[in-house]
């Protein structure tokens, strides 16, 4: 038997509001304090965002260096079973790529359809994340659900430039 979840009052739902406002701004020194009284470093809204992932997607560096360093997980997935490093992936962002690498994101961690960010970067044409992906041990024979590689992928979305970077030796 489940426990029904309890009705949260406007006053803890305002102040839920504004700790997923403080990691999608980058208020680090704000979020670093929440921690610090007890908020969870793994603390997820409605859609199964974490703190790390609105942080990361919003491109804000230290506050997602500061999370990972507090406890938060750099793998979890929201609730469409996307990871912080498919973001970063998403938005080009190298730097973040990095900073989550070295923090244990899985440079193989696929969503749901089997799509590995290797295969996202070829999708969005993102011709320096592969390059980055791949040094990292990407996988560019790996397959997602459909029988599709990251190659396939870049040939069906007409990626010129992620086209260019898989063919490479």
Do not use: C, W
């Not at 680090?28 to 997820?44: C, F, H, I, K, Y």
């Not at 590689?149 to 430039?161: Q, V």
């Amino acid at each position: 038997m489940t426990t029904p979840t309890p009705a949260l009052d406007d006053e803890t739902l305002a102040f839920a509001e504004r700790v997923f406002d403080a990691a999608r701004n980058g208020a680090t020194v704000e979020l670093q304090a929440l921690l610090g009284q007890g908020l969870p470093a793994n603390l997820r809204n409605h859609k199964g965002d974490s703190l790390v992932m609105l942080a990361s997607y919003h491109g804000h560096l230290d506050t997602v260096a500061m999370l990972l360093e507090l406890g938060a997980d750099a793998e979890l997935r929201n609730n469409n079973g996307q990871t912080p490093l498919a973001g970063a992936v998403f938005k080009g962002n190298l730097p973040m790529l990095e900073l989550l690498l070295s923090k244990g994101a899985d440079v193989e961690g696929a969503t749901p359809d089997g799509k590995t960010a290797l295969m996202m970067a070829a999708m969005f044409n993102q011709g320096a994340a592969i390059d980055l992906l791949l040094a990292h041990g990407a996988n560019r024979d790996a397959r997602e659900q459909g029988g599709l590689s990251a190659l396939d992928l870049a040939l069906r979305m007409n990626t010129p430039l992620a086209i260019e970077r898989l063919q490479a030796v």
